[in-house]
């Protein structure tokens, strides 16, 4: 904004200062006004406008650093709260109610209109006033509303829920929900894998959301596994069904029925029959592997035992093969020569590190 | 070059934003991790309690969520959010002061006050250091409200309508305490000086 009628060359420093053009120019170098070729024209300018320019560029704030771990967790509760709406959206719970009382309100005669107008009116009052008791309520509330249970490797954990569903989440997992569940939905995120014991009850379906793939199940019980895009559903018993919101997926599993869905590149879904004492071995203690090749059989071990596996041994020799075998509460060394007999590989310990040679 | 850079910001925020409100969740996560820090920056100099801010974020964030079809247009997101986010924190910070209604009977408390102050210079010829001294002193004695109006137009870069808006103050009240406000920053210079 420039003040009223004040031509360039009367200028002085603090017209400068308030010049929304010259601020712009002096900040980000853009400005409607050729303010460089003003300047060629009145010299007798520059020093005002130096000294302008030293004060804007002096005016730099203090930054009072956030702790960057508290906007993290802003940000999961509200990707929570949102994806929670969205659900309730797809069930089409939010919205049928106030459609509903519109249709019936255009149908009322003209008498049996006021009656319904002030008793909606009535009715607006109330629900204005207890909507805003709620939402005070709600406000007081939501800072404790959020749990989250987290396993580093080499750690297993049992949770239970609020609504007395039981939780077993393998290592390197994580799982988020709400302290008290809600009366409309049980929602839980889960990165990583976990084994879901769902306690019965119709009227509030129970979601897990792995990084968008959502299974929902009122009371069965299920093992969901999540690394990165690829995500593994196993039902043991009940109903459940799995939706993959970004490619508007949707699939019902029977007990005994295993989906996999991955979105790395575009959505591949295939539904297959699993073996319970694979998906399930690691609930009871045992480390199970069917033919695995090296790759994936490390990874386990390191997710397992909480180490770090370094191969010195060529590639190629350690390529090529693949292992089946289960461990029951099996020392990580046990497994390692069990395996190491059969696959012709030595190995050492040094602290949380394995070499294989 | 940055005329350009510009308007490719204002054409990115409205392209942004838009998707959001056809129901992108992509474009929705991408609004709050470009701007979740600076809103609550701001909002810390209002208040110390961040618990309160954090409430105040969770709850814009999500009522923009919920009724993102009926949200009219922006090309700049962070001026949007800004402004409502200040109401928000606005509203918030009065209730607690109803709540804590004795306390203030007692206390004379008024409304939330902008505090922020001006980073320590750090450069090495003297009379620049000096210079900027004087304005870190003269800036702490402005009025909140004037340093507000700095904080938003000098370091936000909003425009006199986007801080009047902000704000809800007159544009002809924004422009005239930040005249007087640059003005006697000026003279806090100049005086010692000579």
Redesign the interface.
């Known amino acids: 904004m420039k003040k009223t009628g004040k031509p360039y060359k009367d200028y002085k420093t603090e017209d400068f200062l308030t010049d929304e053009s010259f601020i712009s120019w002096v900040q980000k170098n853009t400005s409607t006004t050729d303010w460089a070729g003003m300047l060629d024209k009145y010299p007798h300018l520059v020093p005002f406008s130096e000294e302008a320019k030293n004060m804007i560029s002096g005016l730099k704030f203090e930054q009072r650093s956030y702790d960057e771990s508290r906007i993290e967790d802003l940000k999961k509760r509200i990707r929570f709260k949102t994806e929670e709406f969205s659900a309730k959206e797809r069930k089409g719970k939010v919205f049928s109610l106030s459609k509903r009382t519109a249709g019936a309100a255009r149908n009322k005669s003209k008498k049996q209109y006021w009656l319904v107008a002030s008793m909606i009116a009535t009715f607006i009052v109330v629900g204005s006033l207890l909507t805003d008791f709620f939402a005070e309520k709600d406000k007081l509330e939501a800072p404790s509303d959020f749990v989250v249970r987290k396993t580093d490797k080499g750690q297993k954990l049992t949770v239970f829920l609020s609504d007395g569903t039981k939780v077993m989440l393998n290592s390197n997992s994580e799982i988020t929900f709400e302290e008290k569940f809600n009366n409309t939905l049980r929602m839980v995120h889960l990165t990583g894998e976990a084994f879901f014991e769902v306690a019965k009850d119709t009227s509030r379906p129970f979601l897990v959301d792995a990084n968008g793939t959502v299974t929902q199940a009122l009371g069965t019980s299920f093992n969901i596994d999540q690394k990165g895009k690829e995500v593994q559903v196993s039902l043991v018993t009940g109903k459940v069904s799995v939706a993959q919101k970004e490619f508007n997926y949707n699939e019902i599993l029977d007990p005994g029925e295993q989906l996999i869905i991955d979105t790395e590149e575009g959505l591949s879904a295939e539904k297959r029959n699993f073996d319970r004492n694979e998906v399930l071995a690691w609930t009871i203690g045992v480390l199970f592997f069917k033919h695995e090749e090296s790759r994936e059989i490390f990874e386990k071990l390191e997710s397992w035992y909480g180490v770090e596996i370094q191969v010195e041994k060529s590639p190629e020799t350690m390529a090529g093969w693949s292992y089946s075998g289960s461990f029951h509460n099996e020392s990580l060394e046990n497994v390692l020569k069990s395996i190491g007999m059969v696959k012709k590989f030595h190995f050492r310990l040094e602290g949380t590190t394995v070499i294989i040679f | 070059?940055?005329?350009l850079?510009?308007s490719y910001r204002k054409e990115k925020d409205s392209r942004i934003w838009s998707d959001m409100k056809r129901g992108s969740?992509e474009a929705?996560?991408r609004v709050?991790?470009e701007h979740?820090?600076y809103l609550?920056?701001y909002g810390?100099s209002f208040t110390g309690d961040?618990?309160l801010l954090?409430?105040c974020?969770?709850?814009l964030?999500?009522r923009i969520?919920?009724r993102r079809d009926t949200l009219k247009d922006t090309d700049n997101i962070r001026f949007y959010l800004m402004a409502a986010f200040r109401k928000e924190l606005f509203k918030a910070l009065k209730k607690e002061q109803k709540k804590n209604f004795w306390r203030s009977w007692i206390l004379p408390s008024s409304l939330p006050g902008f505090e922020?102050?001006?980073?320590?210079?750090m450069v090495e010829e003297e009379t620049?250091l000096r210079?900027?001294n004087r304005?870190k002193g003269g800036?702490a004695q402005l009025s909140p409200r004037q340093k507000e109006i700095?904080?938003l137009?000098?370091?936000n870069?909003l425009?006199?309508d986007e801080i009047s808006e902000v704000m809800q103050l007159d544009?002809k009240a924004v422009?005239n305490a930040?005249?007087k406000a640059?003005?006697s920053?000026?003279k806090n210079?100049s005086s010692t000086s000579s």
């Open positions: 070059m940055s005329i850079r510009l969740k929705f996560d709050f991790n979740m820090a609550l920056n810390r961040l618990d954090e409430d974020a969770q709850e964030f999500c969520w919920v922020v102050s001006l980073e320590t210079a620049r210079d900027l304005l800036f700095i904080y137009k000098y370091y870069q425009s006199f544009k422009y930040l005249s640059m003005l920053l000026r210079i």
